[in-house]
């Protein structure tokens, strides 16, 4: 569009006159934002060598527009006081009258001395309250369901019901994929290794033992950490944005009983469920690869798993996802309902609950091998 | 102004004096049609207030305006041109002449005052740093923030506060044309007051077309020259106060008697 009229260089914004001795800068043009903004710097550097001289008169009078850009760009270059000599329209009056009495930006508050001592306790103490937080939290779903034992009428079925939909039927696909693929992976390492000893028929032991005991639960739990927590996070975390979390609060509807409850029984329900679903997939590509590799048939990985596989590696592994799946939740719920009404502590929130899951649920894994470590193996 | 004003006509020569031009326009959601054929032109210079019942699409003719929705046929140009077949630095230079002030003020709450309001002038990377700082400052100083709030957080500020800094960085670029969603929209009738008030203040310092959305008759009368009313799918009244007053559409009607009301109860406390 030709209405932004750009002048051609900085010496169209000005003439100089001089009349009787009298040397007069008269300012011409419109000292707009936009048709100055190619111009500032060579314009700043014009005025202030100008505003040296301290017998020259500044007219304004000819300035067709002048917005806040030009009013700044002029107040810098007099250096921030008015010179000695202006011509001003009554209506370019105001303008200056507010440009000369700004006030300085405050400095930002400084961060103290001790500041790596303050940092490490803050830390410390910021620990704190998310252990007490979700110790609170616990007792608080406790005595949720001490009320709901009494109560059965109001047990959130929709609720329970939409979380394992969201939680598990959803997360079928990823979970089905990534263990098929690790499966596979397994399989074919082991079986090269165990080719070179000619005992290749322990693929099935190794595959059968660490997906159903191992892989299998941590698989699952860290997809659905990554997948579901941090959206269970971020869904409360817009809720309380949205002031959704005070309107239940008003409603007398306890967000413990309403939102985190039905997740935590929701993904405590899904989650052994996608630990049997993950850990059959990976046997199956274990058994894919097995069958390519060794040439080992499928009829006998099938029919000699249960000989090597005690039957206690499988309620180990829907043991590991029950604890987990509940873990995950409480973790993502009590990050979310901690957010504060920011898109920064959105973000913060959601990234500190999938870490802190994902880690915890490492650490449960841990705890599980250590406490079970003569269950299960032969 | 009128020098100005003559200027800029002879600019925009081809749309007769209209800053913002809608023409036959039609939008529909799903079933629901919102627009019907609708034609708009806001004049250089002029506040022009839309007003409509919830759902007459007010809010989305603005965001039309805005560039933020595409209608579904007929055209909204601004400034003489339509946002969607002009390319990218008309559509830059678009942006940077026109303010808006969102209903919730939309401050970014990751930044603090002084951040929200130098965003846009930084965005600019033609002005240094020491320029940013009195531009806005000045701006922050015509919107009536104390310059102890402006290290704050959004998030640490009242609604009166948002609106007015949110207002601040509306005007940061100097806009020609500043849009108002709902300018008064929560605050108490005290601060609405002084909040049109400084719209006012700052029209005759600024010179800027204002097109708003607003609910509130005594905004509505103090500070618009022209009134729009939506209705039935388009424009059914345009003209001041008193012009759209006298007409009959029912709507209209049944908004002024809720006018009338006020009024009523102006005379109430005054005896």
Known sequence: MSAIYHPPSSSAFYRLASENGLSRLILIGAYTLTTLEQHLPTLTAEFSAYAQKKELYWDLTEIEQIDTTGVVLLWQAWNKKRPEYLILRPDQENIFKRVNKLPALPKPTRHDLWWPLTALGSRALLLWTHLTGLIILIGQLLLDIKYLATHPTRIPWREISANLYRTGAQALGITALVGFLIGIVLSYLSSQQLQMFGADIFIVNILGISIIRELGPMLAAILVAGRSGSSMTAQLGVMRVTQELDALTVMGIPHSQRLVLPKVIGLGIAMPLLVIWTSAIALLGGMLAAQLQLGLSYQYFISALPNVVPIANLWLGLGKGIVCGMTIALIACHFGLRIKPNTESLGAGTTSSVVTAITVVIIIDALFAIVFSDVGLM | ?271
């Open chain 2, 1 to 271: 102004m009128t020098l100005i004003g003559d200027d800029q006509n002879t600019q925009y020569n081809n749309v007769q004096d209209c800053i913002i031009e809608v023409k036959g326009l039609h939008t529909q959601f799903g079933e629901n049609v919102v627009h019907q054929d609708l034609n708009l032109c806001v004049h250089n210079g002029e506040v022009l207030a839309l007003v409509g019942g919830s759902g007459s699409g007010k809010t989305t003719l603005l965001r039309q305006m805005l560039g933020l929705e595409t209608p579904v046929h007929g055209t909204v140009k601004v400034f003489g041109c339509s946002r969607f077949d002009c390319d990218y630095n008309l559509l830059k230079s678009i942006r940077i002449r026109s303010g808006v002030l969102f209903q919730s003020g939309a401050l970014f709450s990751a930044l603090s005052v002084y951040d929200n309001v130098a965003f846009p002038l930084r965005e600019l990377h033609s002005l240094n740093e020491s320029m940013i700082r009195d531009l806005v400052m000045l701006k922050l100083a015509m919107v009536a923030i104390d310059t102890k709030h402006a290290n704050k957080m959004p998030a640490d500020l009242s609604g009166g506060m948002i609106k007015r800094v949110a207002l601040a960085r509306a005007l940061a670029l100097d806009p020609e044309l500043l849009f108002l969603d709902e300018p008064t929209a929560g605050l108490d009738p005290e601060l609405s007051e002084s909040f049109v008030e400084l719209i006012l203040t700052l029209r005759t310092e600024m010179k800027f077309t204002i097109i708003m959305v607003t609910h509130d008759l005594s905004t509505l009368s103090t500070l618009s020259d022209r009134i729009a009313v939506l209705a039935d799918q388009h424009v059914v009244a345009i003209g001041n106060l008193k012009e759209v007053c006298d007409h009959q559409h029912p709507f209209i009607q049944s908004f002024f008697k809720a006018a009338h009301s006020q009024t009523k109860l102006a005379k109430i406390v005054r005896r």
